[in-house]
């Protein structure tokens, strides 16, 4: 055998024998295939849009990975049949109990007011509704214009909330998937108890504004209430001390040293202050 032959064959026989071993040390460190055990969870039989009441039809039993159990997820379909959508889920996606509103909750606004808060509609317009984009899940800071008491020729306009979360805008209790701006008249806030009592006491003494605000924006501002002298760029007012009225005395007269007259025969003689006689 030539030489040249000799030499590629041992290559080829080293070359063959390194990937055998390698081959088989692959197939030794591999362990055996994990075994996934499945389980059922509920899930939409079809896309949900918020504010509906689940049916037995619109739910089912989909395989989901027992590994991998998600926090508020339900395995019975009774569990959810009568519950109200809070938000739009998809066909096959996982009904969590974050995503529907209390047991006994009636479909609508009403189910989407979590524990502890109210819903209060406050009237705005197109204009201070910043121009339409007011939709439900913005945030906005309310303000106030007022005449305050015993000023009522000077106004001033002051935050009564800030980062108040708004329910609806008009009738609309989603967001639409657009963006699209939509004028509205009536904005429907969520508030808690004592918020609530300060809206309401703010809308009756005066108009009620807008603002909209970034919803990453959890931030509040300390923010004077702001005046018309304010606003033509002079100072802000001073609160003065009220004025006390100083007691004052007068000084009585001196009163008048009493005279004594002495009569001797024909003659009269006053006594002088010094202790003297005047005749």
């Known amino acids: 055998m030539k030489p040249r032959a000799l030499i590629l064959s041992v290559v080829a026989a080293l070359l063959i024998s390194g990937l055998c071993t390698f081959a088989l040390s692959r197939t030794m460190g591999r362990g055996p295939a994990p075994v996934v055990v499945e389980g059922k969870i509920v899930a939409p039989a079809r896309t949900l849009q918020a504010g509906e009441a689940l049916k037995a039809e619109d739910v089912a039993l989909v395989a989901w990975p027992r590994s ?11 569990d959810v049949v009568g519950r109200v959508v809070l938000f739009p889920l998809e066909k ?12 006994g909750s009636a479909a609508g606004l009403s189910a989407k007011i979590p524990e502890g808060k109210r819903a209060i509609a406050l009237k705005s317009d197109e204009v201070v509704g910043v121009g339409g984009f007011l939709m439900p899940g913005s945030h906005v800071d309310v303000l106030a214009t007022y005449h305050p ?9 002051a935050t009564v909330l800030q980062n108040a979360v708004v329910l609806a805008a008009g009738q ?5 998937p657009s963006g ?8 429907t806030l969520l508030l808690t108890p004592e918020e609530s009592e300060r809206a309401i006491l703010a809308s009756n003494q005066g108009s009620i504004h807008l603002v909209l605000r970034n919803g990453g924006d959890g931030g509040r501002a300390v923010v004077a209430p702001v005046s018309m002298t304010q ?3 002079g100072a802000a007012p001073v609160e003065r001390a009220p004025v006390v009225a100083e007691k004052t005395t007068v000084a009585r007269p001196a009163a008048k040293a009493e005279e004594i007259e002495t009569i001797l025969g024909d003659g009269k003689t006053v ?3 010094d202790g003297g006689n005047v005749r």
């Open 172 to 176: 609309q209790i989603e967001p639409d």
């Open 231 to 233: 606003l033509a760029g």
């Open 149 to 157: 008491v015993g000023q009522q020729e000077v106004p001033v306009t």
């Open 68 to 78: 991998n159990v998600l926090a508020g997820s339900f395995v019975r379909t009774s």
């Open 92 to 103: 096959g996606e996982p009904v969590l109990e974050r995503d529907l509103a209390a047991a």
């Open 271 to 273: 006594p002088k202050p």
């Open 180 to 187: 699209k701006a939509s004028a509205v008249t009536v904005v």
